[in-house]
């Protein structure tokens, strides 16, 4: 599992903790990196791994599954509202980042499992299925699965569907 925007490592250090699956992190964020890798290592957490980076530094062959909970929308904030001004942060890198999220879903494989909650900016490519959606708090935990035809994805796609993928 990729968590996109890992930020401190919550998400993956309790996924890992709780499952038998590996949990990935990526950040951009050095400083929330090392904390994250620091937390797993003091609560004994081996499955939960971080990268300092961002989606240029992982493949999506690399994953069975991803999760978004809007990694790029800081981009979109005042600067008073950012969390820090350790990383450069714009409206084009906003898109650029939504553009290759995009890009690395394209490539994952049939199968792939990708959690939204609150959209990762973009729509998501040709071929995934909504296979659930749950409300959540102030949005909706959205379960994409990655289908082998896009006829299929279509044909399987519920009325709103334009609606849903921009959440």
């Known amino acids: 599992m990729l968590d996109v925007g890992s930020g401190v490592g919550k998400f993956c250090i309790v996924g890992a903790a709780s499952t038998d699956a590996t949990f990935v992190g990526i950040e951009h964020r050095g400083h929330f990196v090392d904390l994250a890798r620091d937390t797993a290592c003091r609560v004994g957490v081996p499955s939960a791994h971080f990268v300092h980076g961002t989606l ?3 493949h999506a062959s690399d994953f069975d599954a991803f999760y978004f909970f809007n990694p790029f929308e800081e981009n979109l904030w005042l600067s008073s509202d950012q969390l820090d001004d350790t990383v450069p942060l714009s ?3 906003f898109f650029a980042d939504v553009e290759r999220a995009q890009g690395m879903l394209s490539q994952a494989r049939v ?3 990708v959690v939204t909650y609150h959209g990762f900016g973009g729509v ?9 959606r749950e409300p959540q708090r102030s949005g909706f ?5 990655k289908t ?6 279509i044909r399987s796609a519920p009325d709103d569907l334009p609606r849903l993928l921009v959440g």
């Not at 998501?124 to 659930?132: D, I, K, Q």
């Not at 935990?141 to 699965?145: C, K, V």
């Not at 082998?148 to 994805?153: N, Y």
């Open 141 to 145: 935990l959205n379960l994409w699965i």
């Open 124 to 132: 998501m490519p040709a071929g995934y299925v909504l296979s659930r």
């Open 148 to 153: 082998d035809s896009v006829t299929r994805c």
């Open 91 to 93: 409206n084009g890198r």
């Open 56 to 58: 240029d530094a992982v």
């Open 111 to 113: 199968g792939t499992r």
